[in-house]
């Protein structure tokens, strides 16, 4: 299978033309990371996974669908922003229709699980069902790409931290305690992951 060519039928489903409209609409344009972009990246980077490690096509439109509301939730708030991602992703799928019970609380779950915890080896997702692993993984993705740093800045920003001193410390302490979950997401961002943990620290042993 074609990423691309999956990506190109699954933006033509009215469930993912309707969550991208609804986040063009109603997201707070105060937001520098979370924005329309941030679950668009998330969508391309969950199916570039998913093909990766051979999943079928239904896993896929339903990694699809919980990628786009992943952050709907932050229309609601910022705090605890999962839950109600993911209850808007229940109330697309039902009027969608086409998605059993079971599919809907699939979804549920992998949005409710992208949501960082505190844990004693530091602050981390925790995916407990095998399709939560994909969405981590993709919304996560950016710590092994080259955009890493532009991004943080983007978050930093969002987060309105004017130390970037600060702001690195607490991001040093999350790729040390992060791993991927995915053989894909080891394969592909791997590599990368660990460059920018060490760029990461040299950055900050220069800041006083």
């Known amino acids: 299978m074609d990423p691309k060519q999956i990506l190109s039928q699954l933006r033509d489903k009215a469930i993912i033309k309707d969550a991208f409209a609804l986040l063009r609409e109603k997201l707070p344009k105060t937001l520098a990371y979370h924005t329309v972009e941030h679950s668009e990246d998330v969508l391309n980077e969950v199916i570039l996974l998913g093909v990766e490690d051979k999943l079928d096509e ?8 919980a990628a786009v509301y992943h952050d709907s939730g932050f229309i609601r708030s ?16 039902e009027k ?29 997702q925790i995916p407990n069902i095998p399709m939560s692993c994909y969405l981590c993984d993709a919304d996560a993705a950016a710590i092994g790409r080259d955009d890493f740093f532009p991004k943080a800045e983007l978050l930093r920003s969002e987060l309105g931290l004017q ?46």
Do not use: C
């Not at 239904?58 to 669908?65: G, K």
């Not at 549920?108 to 844990?119: A, F, K, N, R």
């Not at 995915?182 to 394969?187: C, G, H, L």
């Open 163 to 208: 130390s970037q001193k600060e702001f690195y410390s607490g991001a040093l302490q999350i790729l040390q305690s992060h791993e991927w979950f995915t053989p894909a997401a080891v394969k592909l961002r791997g590599a990368k992951r660990e460059a920018n943990l060490q760029e990461l620290k040299r950055k900050l042993g220069t800041m006083k």
């Open 96 to 124: 969608a229709g086409g998605f059993s019970d079971v599919e809907r609380r699939r979804v549920m779950t992998m949005i409710l699980e992208t949501q960082l915890q505190t844990t004693p080896e530091g602050t981390k």
């Open 58 to 65: 239904r896993s896929l439109e339903l990694l699809a669908v």
């Open 78 to 93: 910022p705090k605890n922003n999962e839950a109600f991602g993911a209850r808007f992703a229940e109330v697309a799928m």
